[in-house]
Nanobody, 114 residues
Framework: VQLQASGGGLVQAGGSLRLSCVVS????????MGWYRQAPGKQRELVAA???????NYADSVKGRFTISRDNGKKTVNLQMDTLKLEDTAVYYC?????????WGQGTQVTVSS
């Protein structure tokens, strides 16, 4: 299984970014997936999740600002991030939303500036 995240960059506070994760080696429709982030000096945290049935969940810190979506046919999991804040600065990763994870990919850096 390979997880290839992209779409990160430098953006001003209040701006938007759209992240994309291509998941290869599996049938994506069979897995609950999530977007995670890790800021410097902090633990990796789950910020958004999409289940096999299409339901979604969000961390309180991003609720109302981030939107997760999936395209099983294209094997992608996306994260639309709006109204970005300084505290959203982190490396973002996608992976299974499960105790058992796939091998982590390299992630994509999101930097929000004032």
């Amino acid at each position: 299984v390979q997880l290839q995240a992209s779409g990160g960059g430098l953006v001003q506070a209040g701006g938007s970014l759209r992240l994309s994760c291509v998941v290869s080696g599996i049938s994506l429709r069979n897995y609950d997936m999530g977007w995670y982030r890790q800021a410097p000096g902090k633990q990796r945290e789950l910020v958004a999740a999409t289940s096999r049935d299409g339901s979604t969940n969000y961390a309180d810190s991003v609720k109302g600002r981030f939107t997760i979506s999936r395209d099983n046919g294209k094997k992608t999991v996306n994260l639309q991030m709006d109204t970005l804040k300084l505290e959203d600065t982190a490396v973002y990763y996608c992976n299974r939303n499960s105790v058992v994870k796939f091998l982590w990919g390299q992630g994509t850096q999101v930097t929000v500036s004032s």
